[in-house]
T-cell receptor, first 113, second 109 residues
Framework: DTAVSQTPKYLVTQMGNDKSIKCEQN?????MYWYKQDSKKFLKIMFS???????INETVPNRFSPKSPDKAHLNLHINSLELGDSAVYFC????????????FGEGSRLTVL | AQRVTQPEKLLSVFKGAPVELKCNYS??????LFWYVQYSRQRLQLLLR??SRESIKGFTADLNKGETSFHLKKPFAQEEDSAMYYC???????????FGTGTRLQVFP
């Protein structure tokens, strides 16, 4: 009965490959997010969706493409992976978009070789 | 630009000592501040928010608009408080939650 779940937890891949990370929430929340945590533990927002609509799109390379098939799911697809993409990617959700109370997934550690 | 600064990367104290994790923010609007905590092998979770004025696990934080600070305090640290702590700012004009760089708290027995 995990609230926010991400798969896979670990992903090791070669430069130039394309990979996806999936996220699902069973909290009935309207809003979902992707955050990137770099090697220095800095957490930076990448995208936010509210009811399947993109509402926050930070300065992220267009190799990163989020997709929200429904409000319970937010997937992140990354094309042409680069070394600098190595990080932990966190999915989160919140009841509404105008709240600071986020529920986080466990994170997906991506390593690009 | 909106920013959250946590000047200490690591704070080490002994059990029973007082703890203060510093957080400063820059935001021209009316801020909404939060503290999140990540215990070892657990997910990031909300610890407390300034509007609730609550004490959670003995921690309190007061918003000081004059000093643009939201320091997290606990009078007597416990070993189980060892974790990564993130201060976060929500901006009303963008609905973004902006995190600081985090402070790792180590409480020694």
């Amino acid at each position: 009965d995990t609230a926010v779940s991400q798969t896979p937890k670990y992903l090791v891949t070669q430069m130039g490959n394309d990979k996806s990370i999936k996220c699902e929430q069973n909290l009935g929340h309207d809003t979902m997010y992707w955050y990137k945590q770099d090697s220095k533990k800095f957490l930076k927002i990448m995208f936010s969706y509210n009811n399947k609509e993109l509402i926050i799109n930070e300065t992220v390379p267009n190799r990163f493409s989020p997709k929200s098939p429904d409000k319970a799911h937010l997937n992140l697809h990354i094309n042409s992976l680069e070394l600098g993409d190595s990080a932990v990617y966190f999915c989160a959700s919140s009841l509404f978009s105008n709240t600071g109370e986020l529920f986080f997934g466990e994170g997906s550690r991506l390593t690009v070789l | 630009a909106q920013r959250v600064t946590q000047p200490e990367k690591l704070l080490s104290v002994f059990k029973g000592a007082p703890v203060e994790l510093k957080c400063n923010y820059s935001y021209s609007g009316s801020p909404e501040l939060f503290w999140y905590v990540q215990y070892s092998r657990q997910r990031l979770q909300l610890l407390l928010r300034h509007i609730s004025r609550e004490s959670i696990k003995g921690f309190t934080a007061d918003l000081n608009k004059g000093e643009t600070s939201f320091h997290l305090k606990k009078p007597f640290a416990q070993e189980e408080d060892s974790a990564m702590y993130y201060c976060a700012l929500r901006t009303y004009n963008t609905d973004k939650l902006i995190f600081g760089t985090g402070t790792r708290l180590q409480v020694f027995p």
